[in-house]
């Protein structure tokens, strides 16, 4: 069993930055590809971003691209989420998932992921 806690979400302004954290609690994480998704009020769940289980590579939707950097610390089990240039159409509850089985890359699809957070929201607006 993996546990995923989420932090680091708030109220924030059009173009700032906010960081998430994602902390598990599995003793294999450094073993894990670890993605980043999001819900906004009455839409449905999307990908925003993932990272390879040893960190070599990322992938991002295109909305975020250049604004959102994902990033992981193997020692302290955490996956991070630095968001810039935040935009109101950010707003949405933000999700971390760990993906333990996957042989696809990049994993991007939802059904890929094994474990998820609970979730934190990250508001902009002004």
């Known amino acids: 069993q993996v546990q995923l806690v989420e932090s680091g979400g708030g109220l924030v302004q059009p173009g700032g930055s906010l960081r998430l954290s994602c902390a598990t609690s599995g003793r294999s994480f450094s073993t894990y590809n670890m993605g980043w998704f999001r819900q906004a009020p009455g839409k449905e769940r999307e990908f925003v971003a993932t990272m390879y289980w040893s960190g070599a590579s990322t992938y991002y939707t295109d909305s975020v691209k250049g604004r959102f950097t994902i990033s992981r610390d193997n020692a302290k089990t955490t996956v991070y989420l630095q968001m810039n240039s935040l935009k109101p159409e950010d707003t949405a509850i933000y999700y971390c998932?760990?993906?333990?089985?996957?042989?696809?890359?990049?994993?991007?699809?939802?059904?890929?992921?094994?474990?998820w957070g609970q979730g934190t929201q990250v508001t902009v607006s002004s």
């Open positions: 998932a760990a993906a333990l089985y996957s042989s696809s890359w990049p994993t991007r699809y939802q059904s890929d992921y094994d474990y």
